[in-house]
C-alpha cells in the first residue's frame, strides 16, 4: 500500500511538471524520403560508422550478429523492460523517413521526428554532447545501411514510469543540452578525452550512480553504478583497483581488455573494448588521459604499486611462504574448493594476472566475483593471448558463498563481504532469468 500511494503522489508531481515541460512542446518534422546511399559521401560514412562502434549502437539495436540495426533488444531497467528502436533507414518501421535535422534533435534533446520524447535507456542525455559534424557522420552511416522491417516492440515498463508523456517532466528535470564545450583551463588531448568519454562513450551511464528516478547522480560522478546486473567500478578516486591506474594501463585495456595489472574486461566491457579497440590510437590515449584527471585525489607511486604486487606475490597458491590454511569451518571449506577448482591456474609463476590485483576481489560487493565464478570469462578477440576461465555453475550456493569468503579474506586488504550467501541466490536467479 506503501509502495503505491508513493507511486500516485510521484505520478502526480510528474504529471505537473509535464504539463508545463509540454507547454514548450516539440513540433513534429516532416518526413523526408530516404537519401539514396549512392549519393552518400564515402569518408563521411565511414568516418560515421567508426562513431557508430565507439557509440555501441549496435550493443543496443543490433539483436544478433548480421541483423543489422533493426532493434528489439530488450533492455531491462529499474523500472520494467524497454525495446530499442530500429534505426536502419527502413521507411515504415526504422528512421527512413527522418532528416538529419530530426536525428540530430533525437541525439540532442531526446525527441523524436513526430516530437515524441524518447527514454533515456536511449542515452540522449549523453549523446547530446556530441559535436554537429559527428552527428552528420553517424547519421550518413545510418543512412547508408540496408534497410531493413522491423515493427517496434511495447515497452513493459511500471506505472507512472509507462506514461511516456511524463518524459517531459524527466528531461526539463535533469537534460542539460550540449553539444560539449571545451575546457579552457585544460589543454586539446583532455578536451579531446572528455568529449568522447561523456559524448558517444557514455562512460557515466555505467560508471555513475542513478537517482530514484534513474538520472545520472552528478554530485556522485564515476563513483560506480550498475550495468546489466554487474558492478561498473568507480572510476574517480575511490576506483578499488589495488594498484592505481596509469595512461599506458589503461590505454593497453582499453585496446585489449586486459592489463597484467588490473586482469581482464568481463561483462558488458567486453562490448566497451570492442568500441575502443576500433578507435585511432590517439583517441584511445586522450580517454585515458581524461579518465586518470578523474582519479587525481587517488594516483599513488611506485613504492605503493611495488607494495600490491608484493602482497599479491605473497599470498599466492605456490609461494614461498604463504598464509597457514584458515581453521574456520566457512573459510577451510572455500579454501579446499579453491585448492580444487582455482589454484592450478591461480598459483604462482601462472600467466594469470595475481587474484589480489584484481578489482573484482577489491570491490564493495561480492556481485562481479560471483558471477565470474559462475560464467567464467572469454576473452575479447584483442586478448587472444589470454587463457579463458571456465565458469563453475555446478557449485552450490553454500560453496560459491564460502569461495567467495575466503578468496575476500585470502587475496584482499579490504573488510569482509557481508550477505554473501544473498548475492549468491540473487547473481544466479539473474543469470537464469529467460530473454525474452
Known sequence: MRRTISLLVLGLVLAAISAAALAMRHPGIDPIAAPDPAGLDRDLVDRGRLLATFGGCAGCHEPAPGQGLTGGVRLQTPFGAIYSTNITPHPGTGVGTWSEAAFRRAMREGVDRTGGYLYPAFPFDHYTEVSDEDIAAIYAFLMSEPPRAAPQRASELDFPFSVRPLMAAWTLLFHEPGPYRPDPDRDAIWNRGAYLVEGLGHCAACHSPRNALGARDRARDYAGGVAEGWLSPALDHTSPAPIAWTEDALVNYLYDGWDEDHGIAAGPMKDVITQ?????????????????????????????????????????????????????????????????????????????????????????????????????????????????????????????????????????????????????????????????
Do not use: K
Open 276 to 436: 575502443t579497440g576500433a578507435m585511432p590510437e590517439d583517441d584511445v590515449r586522450a580517454i585515458a588521459v581524461y579518465l586518470l584527471s578523474l582519479q587525481d585525489r587517488r594516483r599513488r607511486g611506485d613504492e605503493a604499486a611495488a607494495a600490491a604486487r608484493a602482497f599479491a606475490t605473497t599470498v599466492q597458491f605456490g609461494a614461498a611462504s604463504p598464509p597457514p590454511p584458515p581453521s574456520e569451518p566457512a573459510m577451510a571449506r572455500g579454501h579446499a574448493i579453491f585448492e580444487q577448482r582455482c589454484a592450478n591456474c591461480h598459483r604462482s609463476g601462472s600467466q594469470t594476472v595475481p587474484l589480489a590485483l584484481a578489482t573484482a576481489l577489491a570491490a564493495p560487493d561480492p556481485g562481479n566475483f560471483i558471477r565470474v565464478t559462475l560464467d567464467g570469462v572469454t576473452p575479447g578477440e584483442n586478448a587472444y593471448f589470454v587463457r579463458p576461465m571456465p565458469g563453475f555453475p555446478m557449485l552450490g550456493d553454500d560453496e560459491v558463498a564460502d569461495l567467495a569468503a575466503f578468496s575476500r579474506s585470502r587475496f584482499s586488504n579490504e573488510p569482509p563481504w557481508t550477505g554473501i550467501g544473498a548475492a549468491v541466490s540473487q547473481v544466479r536467479a539473474s543469470m537464469a532469468a529467460p530473454t525474452p
